[in-house]
């Protein structure tokens, strides 16, 4: 198969899976009640992974899409961090809400760090896979072959 439908694959399953990170990530933020699973820290859990999916997604599908005309080939770009300024205020916004309009779920504080921690986590996972660093780990630097535009 050619590179270029390869990519194109690729760009249509990231962007997908981009879409559905993003729609869990808002169902599970904006439900109206929590499931209590007896673990303090599940839902911490939850909120690093809830932002670190759609973050991380959104940005490698960015990636394979290829750099606009003028803009750097690497992440972060500013494209990149529009979607981290994004994701972070939403953190605090999401808190916000919850406390002020839901009868049985209150805003936390820790919630919004968990919620920063994942944003962090998305944009430097999303970075790592985008410069092939993921497939150097434990190989050494010499033998990974370069990422081919």
């Not at 673990?39 to 991380?56: E, I, L």
């Not at 770009?77 to 002020?100: C, K």
């Not at 920063?116 to 190989?139: E, I, N, P, Q």
């Amino acid at each position: 198969m050619p590179e270029s439908g390869r990519r194109q694959r690729l760009l249509w399953v990231l962007t997908g899976l981009a879409v559905a990170a993003v729609l869990l990530h808002l169902y599970g933020l904006y439900r109206p009640s929590v499931p209590q699973t007896g673990v303090w820290y599940a839902d911490k859990v939850g909120h690093v992974v809830g932002f670190a999916a759609p973050v991380g997604l959104i940005l490698l599908a960015r990636h394979a899409a290829g750099p606009p005309v003028g803009d750097a080939e690497r992440l972060p770009s500013r494209f990149g961090l529009v979607v981290v300024a994004i994701f972070a205020l939403h953190g605090v916004v999401s808190e916000l809400v919850q406390h002020v309009t839901y009868l049985h779920r209150t805003g936390d504080a820790l919630d919004v760090v968990a919620d920063w921690l994942g944003v962090g986590a998305g944009w430097v996972g999303a970075g790592a896979l985008a410069s092939g660093k993921w497939r150097r780990a434990g190989r050494g630097v010499a033998s990974a072959p370069p990422l081919r535009r």
